[in-house]
Each structure stands twice: as structure tokens, then as C-alpha cells.
């Protein structure tokens, strides 16, 4: 089945950093997703990216679809304390929402 | 305005039991889809359910099996549960297949 690798697996960076994280799939994807999990909930979208090459801010946030549909990454500048949590990429087949391949997610820690 | 709400929050069953755990969508959504979630892992697609039919299946054994009911909300059932089935369950809904999910805080199985 489809993997996707997704890196670092854990991040600890002062408040005010920027950070990078990315997924690479062995697949093509036809939806990039970027998801935030806090302690007790649902992944909650962050950004969609729909075709290849596209770039999508949200905020301070900045994600990527990679040019060969294989990979994607996401950016947080000027990092803030309730930046913390569980960041996960997800990617679609065929423009199917609900059946979305997740990463294992980045961990991120941010000091003050 | 409801987003998707899922109970129970938290189960304990003992192995071999089987368990029943239920999804209601966000309003005006149509679309459910389950996913597991082991700890330290991102979800992992169940199934999806749209028009009270089994649409789309991950690759979950036939222990897994859902329905859904006229008003859209949806339930998951595993019977002779294993120890590995401990995780927390997910719920998504949408509109369609084609729009983005929305996803509940999730109910947390665990088996003893």
C-alpha cells in the first residue's frame, strides 16, 4: 500500500523560529493535505493544496505541493507558543475525500 | 453550528468483547469515514460511508463493519476484539466525496 514519510519526526525550537517539515510519498497524490492535532482531538485542516506546484499560505503558515505529486512540505514562520502539536500530511487519490494516507506526524515543541 | 461529535469518549472492553461506537456528522455533511489511530501513529482509513453504503474500505479486516443511517449519522462496530485494536477511533465527514473533511475528537478504545 502507499506510505508516506514524513520528517523530522519531532522538532523543539525556540519560540519566535521558523520551522520545516515535508512528506514524500513511493505515490502519486492528487490532494496534498496539512492537519494540526491537539491532546484530545481531531486533526483539524490546516492547508489543501490541489495541484501540483501550488503554494498556499495560511496565516503564518506555508505549504507546498511538490512538482512531481510525490512530495510536500510546510512552513511555520515566527513560531508562538500555541504553535505546539502534532502535525500530520495527508494525501488523496482521485480528489476522494475521506480516504486520505496519513504521515506519522512531526512533533513540535516550541520554548518561550 | 455542531461540528462532528462521536461517543463514547473513552471505552475500556475486555478481548474477544465486541464494541459499538457512533459518529454524527457535522450538519448539512452527508459523507463519514472512519479511521484508526494508534498511538504515536497517524490514522489509518477504515472505511467511508455515503448514502448509507460502504463506499470506499481500507485495509482493515471484516471484524471492521459500519453502517449508516437515514440521517446520515453513522456507527462502527469490531467484534472479537485484540489487544491491537486499542486506539482511538475518528470520524470525518463531508459533503460528498469531493469536499473537504471535517474531523471528530474521536472515541479512545482500549482493550484489555
Known amino acids: 500500500g502507499q506510505q508516506l514519510n514524513q520528517s523530522p519526526q519531532s522538532m523543539f525550537i525556540q519560540e519566535g523560529e521558523d520551522v520545516s517539515m515535508n512528506c514524500t510519498s513511493s505515490?502519486?497524490?492528487?490532494?496534498w493535505l496539512w492537519y494540526k492535532q491537539d491532546p484530545g482531538e481531531g486533526p483539524v485542516l490546516l492547508i489543501a493544496l490541489y495541484k501540483a506546484g501550488e503554494l498556499t499560505s495560511n496565516g503564518r503558515l506555508t505549504a507546498q505541493f511538490g512538482i512531481t505529486r510525490k512530495d510536500s512540505f510546510l512552513n511555520i514562520s515566527a513560531s508562538i507558543p500555541s504553535d505546539v502539536g502534532i502535525y500530520f500530511c495527508a494525501g488523496e487519490e482521485n480528489t476522494n475525500a475521506g480516504k486520505s494516507t496519513f504521515g506519522d506526524g512531526t512533533t513540535l515543541t516550541v520554548k518561550p | 453550528d455542531a461540528g462532528v461529535t462521536q461517543s463514547p469518549t473513552h471505552l475500556i472492553k475486555t478481548r474477544g468483547q465486541q464494541v459499538t461506537l457512533r459518529c454524527s456528522p457535522k450538519?448539512?455533511?452527508?459523507?463519514v469515514s472512519w479511521y484508526q489511530q494508534a498511538l504515536g501513529q497517524g490514522p489509518q482509513f477504515i472505511f467511508q460511508y455515503y448514502e448509507e453504503e460502504e463506499r470506499q474500505r481500507g485495509n482493515f479486516p471484516d471484524r471492521f463493519s459500519g453502517h449508516q443511517f437515514p440521517n446520515y449519522s453513522s456507527e462502527l462496530n469490531v467484534n472479537a476484539l485484540l489487544l491491537g485494536d486499542s486506539a482511538l477511533y475518528l470520524c470525518a465527514s463531508s459533503v460528498g466525496t469531493l469536499e473537504t473533511q471535517y474531523f471528530g475528537p474521536g472515541t479512545r478504545l482500549l482493550v484489555l
Open positions: 450538519s448539512g455533511h452527508d459523507t
Open positions: 505515490s502519486i497524490f492528487n490532494t
